[in-house]
C-alpha cells in the first residue's frame, strides 16, 4: 500500500494568514493525488484532484501543487470557515490511501 | 444535484454481519464507480472498496475476507455487508461516489455518514 504522510499534524493561524499543508507519498504517484475538507462533524468535501484543479464552487483561496512524492495545499488567506481537518488521498493504485489528516484551528 | 444517503442498523453484534445500503437520488447510479469509506471516532479514512455498476468489485486487502459489495440499479441503490464483525469495525461509513477520469480518481459527492458501532 502506498502510505500518505501529512504535516504538520495540526496548526493554529489567524484569519488572514497564508496556510500550507504538505502531504508526502512513500513512492511516485505522478499527480494522482486529491485534497479534502472535513468540517466537524461534516462528511469530507473534495477541495482538489489531480494535484492541482480546483473542484467547482471552491473557493479560490484554495490551490494544490506538486507532483511525485510532494505536494502542497495552499490556503492563501485563511477564514474563519476554514476551520476544518484536511485530507489528501493516492489514487494512483489501490487501494486508495489518506494521509492522517491536518488539523486546521483559527487563533 | 447528486445525493447519497446511508442507511442500516446503527448498532451490530460481534461476530455479526454490518450490512449498510446507499440511496443515490440526482442522477442514475449506471454507468459509475461507487465506493464505500469508513472513519472510527477521531481517526482517518479508510477506503473499504468500490464497485461498478456492471457488478465488478475492487476491496481493500485488509478487508477483502469480510466484505462485500453489490448494486441495485433498479432502486438505484449499492450495499454494503461486512461480516464477522468487531469492535475495531466501529466507525462513521460513508457512500460516495467516485470520479473515474483519464485515469484519475477521485470522491464526490459524499453521504453524510452513518456511525454503526459494534458492541453485544
Known amino acids: ?107 | 444535484q447528486v445525493q447519497l444517503q446511508e442507511s442500516g442498523p446503527g448498532l451490530v453484534k460481534p461476530s455479526e454481519t454490518l450490512s449498510l445500503t446507499c440511496t443515490v437520488s440526482g442522477t442514475s447510479i449506471s454507468d459509475y464507480y461507487w465506493s464505500w469509506i469508513r472513519q472510527p471516532a477521531g481517526k482517518g479514512l479508510e477506503w473499504i472498496g468500490r464497485l461498478y455498476t456492471s457488478g465488478s468489485t475492487n476491496y481493500n486487502p485488509s478487508l477483502k475476507s469480510r466484505v462485500t459489495m453489490s448494486v441495485d440499479t433498479s432502486k438505484n441503490q449499492f450495499s454494503l455487508k461486512l461480516t464477522s464483525v468487531t469492535a475495531a469495525d466501529t466507525a462513521v461509513y460513508y457512500c460516495t461516489r467516485e470520479h473515474d477520469y483519464s485515469n484519475y480518481d477521485w470522491f464526490d459527492p459524499w453521504g453524510q455518514g452513518t456511525l454503526v458501532t459494534v458492541s453485544s
Do not use: H
Not at chain 1, 9 to 29: E, K, P, Y
Not at chain 1, 33 to 47: D, I, R, S, T
Not at chain 1, 89 to 102: K, L, Y
Open chain 1, 1 to 107: 500500500d502506498i502510505q500518505m504522510t501529512q504535516s504538520p499534524s495540526s496548526l493554529s493561524a489567524s484569519v488572514g494568514d497564508r496556510v500550507t499543508i504538505t502531504c508526502r507519498a512513500s513512492q511516485s504517484i505522478n499527480t494522482y493525488l486529491n485534497w479534502y475538507q472535513q468540517k466537524p462533524g461534516k462528511a469530507p468535501k473534495l477541495l482538489i484532484y489531480a494535484a492541482s484543479d480546483l473542484q467547482s464552487g471552491v473557493p479560490s483561496r484554495f490551490s494544490g501543487s506538486g507532483s511525485g512524492t510532494d505536494f502542497t495545499l495552499t490556503i492563501s488567506s485563511l477564514q474563519p470557515e476554514d476551520l476544518a481537518t484536511y485530507y489528501c488521498q493516492q489514487s494512483n493504485s489501490m487501494p486508495w490511501t489518506f494521509g492522517q489528516g491536518t488539523r486546521v484551528e483559527i487563533k
